[in-house]
């Protein structure tokens, strides 16, 4: 199964842009798939979802369950090409991935801390007084992307979860982006005392 997205599908080519770029900066192992029409993207540190609903249906239900690359052609569209031919080791590979990516998204199981407006001016400082934990400064450009979010804890990951009505479109987003943080400030200032 072939995809494509052009700059017309406004809400999926922005996220899509958005998790080409995780992708691409990351050095590690990725994957891209979809299960039941949302749109998931994960890479060690950082992973993603898009959900698009209309009249309560997933609007990309079409879309095949499966592995996908995804890639920009010349005229600057994306296309999302199913993985097909892939032996039983890459496959257990990508399973794996999936089945990272889906618990690192469990916001079920997480809980609320705060919300970061449109206009804040120190988002990540917020976030980390909020959780304790460090984030790097490369998760900005994310958390801008968004806007408007919600940030709730999630053991080693930080969730940004963004829920909004696009009118023009009469459809409802849910935007899920989670991101690793395994080192709090208290072990690290505890580190400081003991070095001294």
Known sequence: MKIKITKEDKVIYKFLNMASQVLKNDNGEAVVFVEKGILYFGTWNISGYLKL??????VHEDYKDGFYEIFKTLKQDFNMNMLKAYDDEKLRELNQMKSRVLLS???NQSRY???IEEEESCAIAKISNETNKFLKDS?????????EIEVHENDYYILLKREQHLEKENMDMETVISLFCEKTKDLEFNQEKLEV
């Open 139 to 147: 998760y900005l450009g994310m958390i801008k992307c968004l806007k």
């Open 53 to 58: 609903t209309q009249n309560s249906w997933i």
């Open 105 to 107: 998204l469990s916001y």
């Open 113 to 115: 801390l705060c919300r």
